[in-house]
């Protein structure tokens, strides 16, 4: 799944995602909560950027997984949820 790691990627993904491909559901990206922190799936790195919405991120381990919101106004923020939740995946290909 997709990692952001600056303010660019996520105004990026945000409008190609939200305005360009027109996705009206929250999606999934890369990140988790594991030992105690916020961590990236792809190197177990900590975030470096963080976009969260106000009251994010939620306490309780159970919601661990993090979602980017579609609706206005607070396209493009992030909350953690449950990982048993139905959403679209944000998926990245490396470069070559």
Same mark, same amino acid.
């Given at each position: ?32 909560? /594991?030992?105690? =922190? ?5 190197? &177990?790195?900590?975030? $470096?950027?963080?976009? @969260? ?6 306490? /309780?381990?159970? =919601? ?5 919101? &579609?609706?206005?106004? $607070?396209?493009?923020? @992030? ?18």
């Amino acid at each position: 799944m997709a990692t952001i790691r600056f303010k660019d990627e996520q105004d990026f993904l945000s409008k190609l995602v939200f305005k360009e491909l027109k996705v009206v559901d929250n999606v999934w990206i890369g990140a988790g909560y /594991g030992g105690g =922190k916020f961590k990236w799936y792809v190197d &177990s790195s900590e975030l $470096s950027y963080a976009n @969260w919405a106000e009251g994010s991120p939620k306490d /309780g381990e159970e =919601k661990s997984c993090v979602e980017m919101l &579609s609706e206005t106004p $607070s396209t493009g923020k @992030w909350v953690n949820e449950l990982c048993v939740k139905k959403n679209v995946a944000l998926c990245e290909k490396p470069q070559k």
